[in-house]
T-cell receptor, first 114, second 114 residues
Framework: AQSVTQLGSHVSVSEGALVLLRCNYSSSVPPYLFWYVQYPNQGLQLLLKYTTGATLVKGINGFEAEFKKSETSFHLTKPSAHMSDAAEYFCAVRLSGGYNKLIFGAGTRLAVHP | EAGVAQSPRYKIIEKRQSVAFWCNPISGHATLYWYQQILGQGPKLLIQ????????DSQLPKDRFSAERLKGVDSTLKIQPAKLEDSAVYLC????????????FGDGTRLSIL
């Protein structure tokens, strides 16, 4: 069965520091992978997605993620954190077959302090 | 383009009462999803429509939850009767058809059961 594991339910960084949010997946077929961000009292907003092709994916707001098949990972990074990056981040994998069904991780809450 | 619209934003009811949520997807999106997001967890798919047909409702508690998408556009999700454990945010999302198409989310309805 396909699943998503996000390591660390809470991550805290200083403003200007590197952001690294970890995501590992299990999938029996090449996956489609997504990162979403959720600000308080809002829905999820797509940050970036990996489908095929280049394994380093660039998204909005300076975020990027690298698909590493050998490690079954899709970690999200940003070189320099801003206060506005404080939010909840969700990694998701599309299930094979079916109709574009996503399985979400439990989320990582990112705190950015001055 | 206009995003996914949901109403109401907040709802408070007592247990055993009924409640309904409404969703209007992005124009032209054939696929519509309803998710339940319990505090501190990732979204969990309740039901997925392709046009006005159900393609996945495997995690919908059918004894109390129902959903419809008449005419393949708007959708309503109903809970009757509500239980305390139904307290959650209910998110609606839509996507175009095709592999790897991202899902676009509304801001959700926060439901509190007293």
């Amino acid at each position: 069965a396909q699943s998503v594991t996000q390591l660390g339910s809470h991550v805290s960084v200083s403003e200007g520091a590197l952001v690294l949010l970890r995501c590992n997946y299990s999938s029996s077929v090449p996956p489609y992978l997504f990162w979403y961000v959720q600000y308080p009292n809002q829905g999820l907003q797509l940050l970036l997605k990996y489908t095929t092709g280049a394994t380093l994916v660039k998204g909005i707001n300076g975020f990027e993620a690298e698909f590493k098949k050998s490690e079954t990972s899709f970690h999200l990074t940003k070189p320099s954190a801003h206060m506005s990056d404080a939010a909840e981040y969700f990694c998701a994998v599309r299930l094979s077959g079916g109709y574009n069904k996503l399985i979400f991780g439990a989320g990582t809450r990112l705190a950015v302090h001055p | 383009e206009a995003g996914v619209a949901q109403s109401p934003r907040y709802k408070i009811i007592e247990k055993r009462q009924s409640v309904a949520f409404w969703c209007n997807p992005i124009s032209g999106h054939a696929t519509l999803y309803w998710y339940q997001q319990i505090l501190g967890q990732g979204p969990k798919l309740l039901i997925q429509f392709q046009n006005n047909g159900v393609v996945d409702d495997s995690q919908l508690p059918k004894d109390r939850f129902s959903a419809e998408r008449l005419k393949g556009v708007d959708s309503t999700l109903k809970i009757q009767p509500a239980k305390l454990e139904d307290s959650a945010v209910y998110l609606c999302a839509s996507s175009s058809t095709g592999e790897g198409q991202p899902q676009h989310f509304g801001d959700g309805t926060r439901l509190s059961i007293l």
